[in-house]
């Protein structure tokens, strides 16, 4: 399939380009020194060969990604599963989801879609704020991710956003894949997890005809992903008092690095991911009147509905929700063991933050509030 050009600094990688940066990779000392932590008894000569065997995105990902996750959730999980009951795995998707670890999110997504039985994974909609290192942005457009350009003009973004727009309807009307994008820009630090309006009104400035035909073009899926501990909560804390305290504070260069490191390497125990029905159907129930100011709010809590609906919780969700209220009001949703193990969490991953101004009192009640805030949304329905 010929591609536009258009497309070309923002897609992923061609087949036909693959072997180039393949040797590109393979001569980068940082990624050979990932390679050989990830395959410590195997030659490079034997990997590069198995690389080069790859002849297309998905071949790859079968070949290198798919057996290294599933060795990650045998040592740092209790079991990944997915509901996709109200899919139909021959038909292409846009799955919007809450988004809680940088890496992990989609890449799992891509493993769960191969075990459910589609003959294809995702391409992945993944900032440029995390490729500063050239290996890096080779690496993810190889894992079939598309690039979201940010820290532009107000006139370079809105070129950037059409050109985003337009990519996502080709890949599910033209390349016949899947895609799947984040609910808002960044984590949600609290999992609070909303839906920007600014992500669906850039959806709409791709496709043909109406907002509600352009959006039914795309076929979103409201997607909850449901970890039952976030390795990245720690840091997640740390950033809010930073901002809390200085509100002009940045992350440093290595910041979204760590955080890619803590939330891979970390320990998650259950993961699920619950599919809820394509919106389409959704979407022709809206009245034709519906005035634009409201049209976008209308569906985005839409899509929030479905993915607080969808949201697994755990004991440690209803044990945060207690400790943040000083009540035990959910306790028949926990043990006395429960609680205690969570306490115990607690206490640790408040231990790992180092900052100058440390506020032990408000680090802990924030990281109360990412446990407690999925039980506190569901209930809210």
């Known amino acids: 399939m010929k591609i536009p050009e258009q497309f070309d600094p923002i897609r992923p990688f061609e087949p036909d380009e693959l072997p180039d940066v393949f040797d590109r990779l393979l001569q980068n000392e940082q990624f050979s020194s990932v390679l050989a932590y990830l395959y410590p008894d195997v030659p490079k000569e034997a990997l590069a060969e198995k690389?080069?065997?790859?002849k297309d995105n998905l071949d790859f990902q079968k070949t290198f990604c798919y057996g290294f996750l599933v060795q990650l959730l045998a040592r740092l999980s209790?079991?990944?599963?997915?509901?996709?009951?109200?899919l139909d795995t021959d038909s292409r998707y846009t799955f919007i989801s809450n988004h809680r670890d940088i890496v992990l999110d989609s890449a799992l997504l891509d493993k769960l879609l191969i075990d459910a039985g589609f003959n294809t994974t995702c391409e992945i909609a993944i900032g440029d704020n995390l490729l500063k290192l050239p290996w890096v942005k080779d690496l993810v457009r190889v894992n079939k991710s598309?690039?979201?350009?940010?820290?532009?003009?107000?006139?370079e973004m809105l070129m950037a956003s059409k050109r985003l727009s337009e990519y996502m309807h080709f890949v599910i009307a033209e390349k016949n894949d899947n895609v799947w994008i984040a609910q808002r820009e960044g984590r949600a630090k609290d999992s609070n997890d909303r839906t920007q309006e600014?992500?669906?009104?850039?959806?709409?400035?791709?496709?043909?005809?109406?907002?509600?035909?352009?959006?039914k073009q795309l076929?979103?899926?409201?997607?909850?992903?449901?970890?039952?501990?976030?390795?990245?909560d720690y840091l997640k804390a740390a950033e809010l008092q930073a901002r809390r305290d200085n509100p002009s504070w940045q992350k440093g260069p290595m910041d979204d690095v760590t955080s890619m490191?803590?939330?891979?390497?970390?320990?998650k125990g259950y993961i699920h991911y619950q599919c809820a029905d394509c919106i389409d159907s959704y979407l022709d129930t809206i009245p034709a009147d519906t005035p634009k100011t409201d049209l976008f709010r209308l569906i985005a809590d839409h899509i929030d509905r479905q993915i607080f609906a969808g949201y697994r919780l755990y004991?440690?969700?209803y044990v945060a929700l207690d400790l943040l209220h000083g009540d035990s009001a959910h306790a028949d949703h926990y043990t006395a063991e429960d609680k205690a193990q969570f306490e115990a969490y607690l206490k640790d991953q408040l231990?790992?933050?180092?900052?100058?101004?440390?506020d032990d009192a408000y680090l802990r009640e924030q990281m109360l509030k990412m446990y407690a805030n999925p039980a506190i949304n569901q209930m809210g329905l």
């Open 315 to 317: 004991p440690n969700n």
């Open 261 to 267: 490191q803590t939330g891979i390497m970390g320990y």
């Open 351 to 358: 231990d790992k933050i180092e900052m100058e101004g440390k």
């Open 78 to 86: 209790k079991g990944c599963d997915i509901d996709i009951a109200s």
């Open 51 to 54: 690389m080069h065997a790859c």
């Open 219 to 232: 076929h979103l899926v409201p997607l909850a992903i449901s970890y039952e501990y976030d390795p990245c």
């Open 198 to 215: 600014a992500i669906l009104k850039m959806m709409v400035m791709g496709g043909e005809g109406s907002i509600i035909d352009r959006l």
């Open 146 to 155: 598309f690039i979201v350009e940010r820290a532009l003009s107000m006139r």
